[in-house]
């Protein structure tokens, strides 16, 4: 009893006070009685909520009660329910487009709603740059994204959620592995060695785009795999909306870091009056959607006698049948779960989330795992005087890798050795071990799958604290700090006496290799902004000033002739070597940079009227990158829409929103290495003493793009079609680059601005059109198409080589040479004239443009459907007017191949009549081809439970979905929509090359999604 009493009332009980703890008791119970007894006074109301125009049922609108956390949402059908409501209760009902509305109970069970319909599209809230603004107020080329425009299914990393979705953005795949990086262009690739993707912005915060990880360095002798996606840290379920800043004039508040577009991130955050706990879980199975169809083992044995190899030998028919691309490859599963709190009221709003991802790849030994932690919170102090944020995302990422390196040789990786090994070799020697052939160079699939080990764990966190005081009611000032933390461990080993590597590892001993890389970068900004409002005139202004560091640290140890056992782990054991006599088994590196960005912006946004809309924007920024007489770049932009629909003139019966746009600015790019204007320093190994690496140069400056913009936005039938057209033309001056050091200086490099000009110019359109919004079903489709060019208009310099090709005879071979007059990355070769009298390739004697990879023209199309508790989405995209050179082709899948008792595909055999089998493989035209492609990327199906008032849960949805459903394309390779991020050649990038890329899979998943 004693224990009891202490439970409950907070100290042990003297028996004199036994007594009192009774009446304690008895006073709490009796509250819990009388609070009982008022509870049961309340009831549970349901209701409907319809659109007032055409009596539809309204999805997704927040039924709260005044004053209260208290809230749900309608389901599929517009109907809610909410229980335990009191008699003289409030309900407040909300919905994006529509006028709020407040309905009293009055004692009803039962409270119906139709909400009048504000011109939705037009409000639509658009974040840009530092702000908000709405859609019809807009002087810019943005896009935006929320959550029922994204794509669907098993989502590794933000970019996916948009992939297709918006004009002028394209995404092209490094690799089909889950976790693998996203070639993204906005609007064209602008630049020939610096960095060309965009600048993402995580909740205000810019986040650095280096890589938080190494890929592997191929030393270990399976090639260079590129580092992981560095914004795999986010997970997509956090997101609430995405916005991209196409064009000079919304991207230029971000000055030197906006040339290649800005990609803004909101995430989720609680909503005042309602508090809702969400739970969703997934289980997705995935195969590759298309594998090599290569030679059966009987065909192979007719294609090598046609060789001239002797079937009867052991080396070309050692008796089995092995189907090396099943030993690879797997049905992979992926699992993801993801629970949310949040809420608030008038003062604080909260959100909290965890998410878990396991992600398995379609090749065994392959695969992501992920852990994501986020709060996002809100308070207001002082009568709204005082705002305060945080908000916080700390995850894990472990990446689980295999040997597929983009710029293997003969030797291959896991990918071409499960094409091309003899289909005829078993797996297993009959003692057990790993079947080999007996030459030094030959790997067996399943051991390369199994001794080669690869991995990487990335944690980071971001984080940002702000805090904004309304110091008048149209002043307000912010402060901004974030801090954003990242450290990669990538390690690989290869075990010792691994078939195929005597080569490559000293001794054949051995490998291990431990990278790390630490990116830090800590932001601090200050904002102003005044709002002033008199009547037809308005004006929104903003200064801010910025300050970014950015520290990136690296450092690695490798360590070769291991003396451990078979299977030991090597990696974590580096000091098990023999390290004697000659034997040098540790090598080891480290370097560190750091570079500062201080910068001063100011935007003014006039609307006269809501007829002539102006915006000018103007950003410094100083930069420790760039030389002492240019640290500081100037970026201005000017914006003007006219809303047409307001005018008289403008039949409103017909245009219900009609807007002219034009914008003009200039924006920059920094991404090169830290300390380029200096002199530089390295150790000299021989002479024990330093050698110059860099010679300096004060006057190099900013990379910069000029950009014009012409719009027109219009929306006809009230709203039901409507769309924009965008015409723009970007031209990129003073790119940077690296140069050979002028004699007779020592150092290697001087960097430099080229005179020259990469001009791209085209067309978007957008289209949306409600095809039927009724009481039963709803049909909306969305299209969007990008049409490009490419090309650079002056090039000062010689020719800059790019484009290397990779596989036995084409070491050093080169196809992309950048040239003036041409699109970067184009493809200059030989043409294919046949074969002569003895079976040979022959090839015209100069190399002519032949295509670029830059495809024309790209587009999507997304029809979405409602009727009654269903819903289902399909969404398509291709692309037009591209090319893609099949490297894997030219080096792998060639009749010389099957001469050196190789396996080929049918394609192989069939397209080369007339072939020799000792023809060796030459690059040319005969490999390029069209990357012309009509893909079902997505399409999903959902149900949305009918649940009674009393149910456990305030909604239910179940849902399927696929993805990479359906390939349409004429390329004989696996995927068109690919490219080699290894083909850099000296620094330079390259595009549309693909050598034996990790497959695309085609998945179907299985989801459910819980409200409570």
Do not use: C
């Not at 709003?349 to 932690?373: C, E, H, P, R």
């Amino acid at each position: 009893m004693k224990n009891h009493f202490y439970r409950w009332f907070g100290r042990p009980m003297r028996q004199g006070a036994v007594s009192t703890g009774l009446l304690k008791f008895a006073a709490i119970a009796v509250a819990m009685l009388l609070s009982i007894g008022a509870y049961a006074q309340d009831k549970t109301v349901t209701g409907k909520v319809t659109d007032s125009g055409d009596g539809s049922g309204l999805p997704g609108v927040s039924v709260s009660v005044k004053g209260t956390n208290k809230g749900t949402q309608t389901d599929a059908t517009g109907s809610f329910k909410l229980s335990n409501v009191s008699d003289n209760a409030v309900l407040v009902f909300s919905f994006v487009g529509y006028a709020k509305q407040e309905v009293s109970v009055g004692g009803r069970s039962q409270v119906n709603v139709s909400l009048a319909s504000e011109t939705k599209a037009l409000e639509e809230v658009v974040v840009v740059g530092y702000g908000t603004t709405t859609k019809k107020d807009a002087t810019g080329g943005v896009v935006a994204l929320t959550a029922k425009d994204f794509n669907k299914g098993v989502i590794a990393s933000p970019e996916q959620l948009l992939q297709g979705r918006a004009a002028g953005v394209q995404m092209t795949p490094n690799s089909g592995e889950p976790g693998a990086g996203i070639n993204i262009r906005i609007r064209g690739t602008t630049s020939i060695r610096s960095g060309n993707g965009p600048l993402y912005v995580v909740d205000g915060i810019p986040l650095d785009g280096g890589n938080t990880s190494d890929g592997t360095d191929g030393s270990a002798g399976v090639g260079t795999t590129a580092a992981r996606n560095p914004l795999n840290f986010l997970n997509p379920s956090d997101i609430e909306n995405i916005s991209v800043l196409k064009d000079a004039s919304s991207a230029a508040i971000y000055g030197s870091r906006g040339a290649n577009g800005v990609v803004l991130i909101t995430t989720k955050k609680g909503k005042s009056g309602q508090s809702n706990l969400n739970f969703s879980a997934s289980t997705a199975i995935s195969n590759n959607y298309k594998n090599y169809d290569v030679l059966s083992t009987a065909d192979f044995l007719k294609q090598a006698t046609a060789a001239g190899l002797d079937v009867n030998n052991k080396l070309i028919n050692a008796g089995s049948n092995t189907n090396w691309q099943d030993q690879v490859y797997r049905t992979a599963i992926a699992q993801n779960y993801n629970l949310s709190y949040g809420g608030g009221n008038d003062n604080t709003n909260y959100f909290f989330s965890l998410g878990y991802n396991d992600q398995q790849g379609t090749i065994k030994n392959s695969g992501m795992k992920k852990v994501t932690a986020r709060v996002n919170a809100t308070h207001k102090l002082f009568d709204n005087k005082v705002v305060l944020a945080v908000a916080m995302t700390s995850t894990k990422v472990t990446d689980q890798l295999s040997a597929t390196g983009g710029d293997i040789g003969f030797e291959g990786n896991v990918i071409s050795t499960a094409i091309k090994t003899n289909p005829t070799y078993p797996v297993y020697s009959t003692d057990g071990s790993y079947f080999t052939n007996g030459t030094p160079s030959f790997r067996n699939p399943v051991s390369l799958l199994n001794q080669y080990r690869g991995g990487v764990v990335t944690n980071r966190t971001l984080m940002n604290i702000s805090g904004t005081w309304n110091i008048l009611p149209n002043l307000s000032y912010k402060a901004n700090f974030g801090y954003d933390n990242s450290d990669g461990v990538t390690r690989t080993s290869v075990d010792p006496n691994t078939p195929g590597f005597a080569t490559n590892i000293p001794g054949n001993q051995g490998y291990a290799r431990i990278a790390n890389r630490y990116l830090t970068t800590t932001t601090l900004e200050h904002t102003l902004n005044y709002k002033l409002d008199l009547g037809k005139n308005k004006i929104d202004a903003l200064a801010g000033f910025s300050y970014q560091q950015f520290e990136n640290q690296s450092n690695f140890i490798q360590a070769n002739f291991f003396v451990s056992p078979a299977g030991f782990d090597l990696v974590n054991n580096i000091n098990f070597v023999n390290n004697s006599g000659t034997n040098k088994a540790y090598t080891g590196g480290s370097s560190k940079g750091m570079s500062e960005l201080q910068s001063y912006f100011s935007r003014v946004n006039y609307n006269y009227a809501d007829k002539y809309l102006l915006t000018a924007t103007l950003r410094v920024d100083g930069s420790s990158k760039f030389g002492a007489n240019n640290k500081y770049g100037y970026f201005p932009s000017f914006a003007g829409a006219w809303r047409l629909s307001n005018e008289e003139f403008v039949p409103k019966e017909v245009f219900s929103d009609l807007k002219l746009r034009a914008g003009w600015g200039i924006t920059g790019n920094q991404e090169f290495p830290t300390n380029t204007s200096l002199a530089t320093y390295a150790p000299n190994s021989s002479s024990g003493g330093l050698q110059k690496e860099n010679v300096p140069n004060p006057d190099i400056k900013w990379e910069t793009t000029t950009a014009v913009n012409i719009g027109l936005d219009f929306a006809l039938m009230k709203g039901r079609l409507s769309g924009t057209v965008e015409y723009f033309n970007k031209s990129t001056n003073n790119l940077l680059f690296p140069f050979a050091a002028p004699q007779p200086d020592v150092a290697t490099t001087r960097w430099s601005n080229i005179p020259a000009d990469i001009r791209n110019k085209g067309v978007e359109v957008s289209l949306n059109y409600q095809v039927l919004a009724g009481k039963k079903l709803d049909w909306e489709i969305s299209a969007n198409a990008t049409f490009l060019k490419n090309e650079i208009a002056r090039l000062d310099v010689a020719t800059i080589q790019t484009g290397n090709l990779y596989g036995q005879g084409l070491s050093g071979a080169f196809i992309q040479p950048i040239t003036q007059g041409y699109p970067l990355y184009g493809f200059f070769l030989a043409d294919f004239l046949g074969y002569d009298e003895n079976g040979n390739t022959k090839l015209s004697a100069d190399k002519t443009y032949k295509g670029s990879p830059f495809p024309t023209m790209t587009w999507g199309l997304n029809n979405s459907f409602n009727l009654g508790s269903w819903n289902a989405s399909l969404f398509i995209n291709g692309q037009q007017g591209g090319y893609v050179y099949n490297n894997t082709a030219n080096a792998v899948l060639n009749r010389a191949s099957v001469k050196q008792g190789n396996n080929v595909t049918y394609q192989t055999i069939s397209s080369t009549t007339g072939q020799s089998f000792g023809d060796a493989p030459v690059p040319s035209a005969f490999y390029l081809e069209k990357s012309d492609f009509i893909r079902v990327s997505n399409f999903s199906l959902g149900y949305t439970f009918k649940l009674p008032a009393n149910s456990f849960a305030k909604s239910l949805n179940v849902s399927l979905t696929g993805q990479n459903l359906l390939l349409i394309s004429n390329y004989s390779g696996l995927d068109p929509e690919v490219t080699n991020t290894a083909a850099v050649r000296n620094g330079v990038p390259s595009l549309g090359i693909d050598y034996i890329s990790y497959p695309r899979a085609r998945t179907f998943s299985l989801g459910i999604n819980a409200n409570f």
